[in-house]
C-alpha cells in the first residue's frame, strides 16, 4: 500500500530518484560539491586541462537544474581556491574567462529559472570584469526564489575563517561574547545554513580547503566519478548514500 502522507513525484527527476528509493521528504537541505577531475578526465581524453573545465562547465549547468527539480533547496559549488591561483598561468588565466563567461552567458537563463546566485570568497583579488560580471549575476537574482546557488570563487575555509575574525574585532565583539553564532554571522554567506552532504567527485577523500566552518557535521559523499562525467544517476546515489545515515550532531543514535 501507497502511504498517502509520502510526498509524490512532480517531474522526471524526483520520479527517477523516488523509483531509486530517495525519500523526497528527507532530502538534503543543502549539498556542497567539490566539482575534482576536469583535468583529468581531459588527459584521459587526450584533451588540454582547459577544455576538461569547459565541460566541467557544462556538466555544472546540467547539475544545478537537476538539484532544483530534485527539490534541493540551496547548491554550492567549489569554482575556484584560494589555493588554486598556484597553477599555470594559463590555467588560471582560462578559469577565469571561462567563469566570467559563465556568468554572463547564463544570467538570463538564471534569472528565468528564479535561481538566486551568491558568491562566498574574496573577490577583491580576482579581474575585476570578473567580479562585476559575478555582482551582476548576485544583484540581478536577488529577488528570486528557487534555488540558491553558491558559486566559490578565490575561496578558502581558512582565509573566510581569519576574516570573520578580523571583522569581529572591527565591530569590537568583546572576547566574552564571542561565540559560534558570533562567528558564523561573519562567514561570506551567513545567510546559507549548513551543508547537509558534501560531494566530492574523481575520487580523493579531502576536504581542501572548502567550508570547514560550515561542513563540521556535512555527511561525506566520495565518488571516483569525475566531474564532467557526473551524472544524475551520480547525484540521485549521493542523496540516497546520504538518506543512508544515521547523522547524530555528536549524540547517540535515536
Ligand atoms: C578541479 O578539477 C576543478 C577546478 C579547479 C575548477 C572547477 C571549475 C569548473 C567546473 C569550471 C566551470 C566553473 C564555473 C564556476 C562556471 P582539477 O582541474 O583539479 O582536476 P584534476 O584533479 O583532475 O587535475
Not at 13 to 23: F, H, L, P, Y
Request: negative net charge.
Amino acid at each position: 500500500m501507497v502511504e498517502s502522507s509520502a510526498p509524490q513525484p512532480h517531474n522526471e527527476i524526483q520520479s527517477r530518484a523516488v523509483t531509486a528509493g530517495v525519500n523526497l521528504a528527507a532530502l538534503p537541505k543543502h549539498v556542497a560539491i567539490i566539482m575534482d577531475g576536469n583535468g583529468r578526465w581531459a588527459s584521459g581524453h587526450g584533451m588540454m586541462r582547459l577544455v576538461g573545465h569547459r565541460q566541467g562547465y557544462k556538466t555544472l549547468k546540467r547539475v544545478l537544474l537537476e538539484a532544483s527539480d530534485l527539490g534541493i533547496q540551496y547548491l554550492t559549488v567549489y569554482g575556484f581556491s584560494a589555493e588554486n591561483w598556484r597553477r599555470p598561468e594559463e590555467e588560471v588565466s582560462g578559469l577565469m574567462r571561462l567563469i566570467e563567461e559563465a556568468a554572463r552567458n547564463e544570467l538570463n537563463d538564471l534569472i528565468e529559472k528564479n535561481v538566486r546566485v551568491l558568491v562566498a570568497g574574496d573577490l577583491k583579488t580576482v579581474p575585476p570584469t570578473l567580479r562585476n560580471a559575478l555582482n551582476d549575476l548576485i544583484a540581478s537574482t536577488a529577488e528570486n526564489t528557487g534555488i540558491t546557488f553558491t558559486l566559490a570563487i578565490n575561496y578558502g575555509g581558512r582565509a573566510e575563517i581569519v576574516d570573520a575574525v578580523r571583522a569581529l574585532l572591527r565591530d569590537g565583539v568583546a572576547p566574552d561574547e564571542i561565540d559560534e553564532e558570533a562567528l558564523a554571522k561573519r562567514m561570506y554567506c551567513p545567510s546559507l545554513p549548513d551543508p547537509d552532504l558534501m560531494i566530492r567527485t574523481a575520487g580523493e577523500m579531502r576536504w581542501s580547503n572548502f567550508l570547514i566552518w560550515q561542513a563540521a557535521y556535512a555527511e561525506l559523499f566520495v565518488t571516483d566519478v569525475s566531474w564532467p562525467d557526473f551524472g544524475v544517476d551520480n547525484l540521485i546515489e549521493a542523496v540516497l548514500a546520504y538518506q543512508e545515515r544515521d547523522r547524530k550532531f555528536g549524540a547517540l543514535s535515536s
